[in-house]
């Protein structure tokens, strides 16, 4: 297995094992490997010659110090876990210099106010930082196909996004979220939950099972105050946000449409851990 901690090596790498016909799939993460990493990697080995993933912890994209420095950090364990699926998958593991070149900073992007909702409401700047270390990725491995898992779903419409506006030539596909036996869905947080906790967790996934339930007679601002009474009762969470968007747009449904998709996503903390889900509601 080769694991490239400098952009100039992988590069120089790639353009020995390129042919005209080469397509490479590429999975970007922050490390903390668990099943919905891999089966993003599994997708791209069925579908690409060459499969590399990232492991990089991105710090532009963080507004919580405390959150960045207690992020888990992996790598001896993540490379095995690679290793154990596909030798032949390249790992880009660099550090922040060798990405940021000594200026630590993000670009700014006009995201057609995808990156105003949810998250970006919550997590001022987090969406240029996420632009910035991927919009850097792609120029550096230059992917055929990228792969992103679909809980981060907001995410995946914002580098949608970039990508149209960059005019970048890569297919960004979105996966199915993998989840726990008791639904809560994966996530390298849920490594700083305690067992107790990531039991108790199940409740974000119910809450959005019983919202998708509901939305068929009952109007997303009455699912929204449902929601907002049950977590105040739960004494062990808090919730950031609930919200029924249009999937297009991102922006809150005021009115149902037959014409239009709409998806359900919420953020709760767990003891000061942060978990995001979503689900369709069409």
Not at 102 to 110: A, L, N
Not at 156 to 161: A, G, M, P, S
Not at 178 to 183: I, T
Request: glycine share 4%.
């Amino acid at each position: 297995m080769l694991i490239f901690d400098r952009q100039v090596a992988l590069k120089e790498h790639l353009k020995s094992i390129s042919y005209p016909k080469t397509t490479i799939g590429f999975v970007p993460t922050m490390g903390a490997l668990h099943q919905g990493h891999l089966s993003l990697l599994q997708e791209s080995l069925q579908n690409n010659t060459i499969t590399i993933i990232s492991i990089f912890v991105n710090p532009t994209q963080f507004n919580n110090n405390e959150d960045l420095a207690k992020y888990p950090r992996t790598l001896e364990s993540d490379v095995q876990k690679i290793k154990s699926l596909n030798e032949s998958i390249l790992v880009f593991a660099p550090k922040v210099d060798d990405i940021y070149e000594g200026k630590t900073i993000s670009e700014h992007f006009d995201f057609d106010g995808l990156e105003n909702q949810m998250e970006g409401a919550f997590r001022p700047g987090h969406f240029d930082g996420v632009g910035t270390i991927v919009k850097r990725l792609f120029e550096i491995i230059q992917p055929t196909n990228a792969y992103f898992g679909e809980k981060d779903f907001q995410q995946l419409q914002i580098v949608r996004k970039m990508v149209e506006k960059e005019q970048l030539p890569v297919n960004v596909v979105g996966c199915h979220i993998f989840r726990e036996s008791n639904g809560l869905a994966m996530s390298s947080r849920n490594e700083r939950l305690s067992a107790h906790e990531k039991q108790k967790s199940a409740i974000i996934y119910q809450t959005l099972l019983d919202a998708k339930a509901k939305f068929g007679t009952k109007s997303a601002e009455n699912i929204k105050e449902w929601v907002a009474n049950k977590f105040e009762r739960e004494t062990d969470f808090k919730l950031e946000y609930f919200q029924i968007a249009d999937e297009a747009t991102l922006l809150p449904c005021l009115r149902k449409s037959k014409n239009r998709k709409y998806r359900a996503f919420i953020a709760v903390f767990v003891n000061n851990i942060r978990l995001i889900d979503t689900i369709s509601l069409n």
